[in-house]
């Protein structure tokens, strides 16, 4: 479970009192769109340009299909510790990443080079829109 969701629901639980139900209410939809969004990780190699570019990208598609998204961005060399820690749904790199990592890794490539990028974004959207 993310830091973020365990803190709003933390709050949730503490806020039983008489009196407090629009703060609950509010803290509940937070909740709710913690738990709806999804989680990407773009990694490049100083986590400056070409990762602000993918990032970017994947905040525009994500926006045309009305799902939302969290990004954040890191140096290739980050991406271990930061799937431990964000857990995010993919990844997409401009860089070079082990092979070994325990979720999807897509090359950002196509979005400074526009080749194959309608392939990458179908498998984004795919990946965006799953449950």
């Known amino acids: 479970m993310p830091l973020s969701l365990a803190k709003l629901w933390q709050s949730l639980i503490k806020i039983s009192k008489p009196g407090t139900r629009k703060l609950a209410d509010r803290h509940r939809r937070e909740v709710k769109q913690v738990v709806s969004e999804k989680r990407v990780l773009v990694s490049c190699g100083t986590a400056i340009a070409t990762g602000t570019v993918a990032a970017v990208k994947v905040k525009e ?25 964000f857990e995010p749904h993919f990844i997409i790199t401009t860089g070079q990443l082990p092979d070994n990592l325990s979720v999807p890794v897509f090359r950002g490539l196509p979005f400074l080079t526009g080749v194959g990028l309608d392939e990458l974004k179908a498998k984004i959207v795919e990946l965006l829109q799953q449950e």
């Open 61 to 85: 598609i994500a926006k045309e299909i009305g799902v939302p998204v969290r990004i954040v961005q890191c140096k290739a060399q980050e991406v271990p510790s930061k799937i431990m820690t």
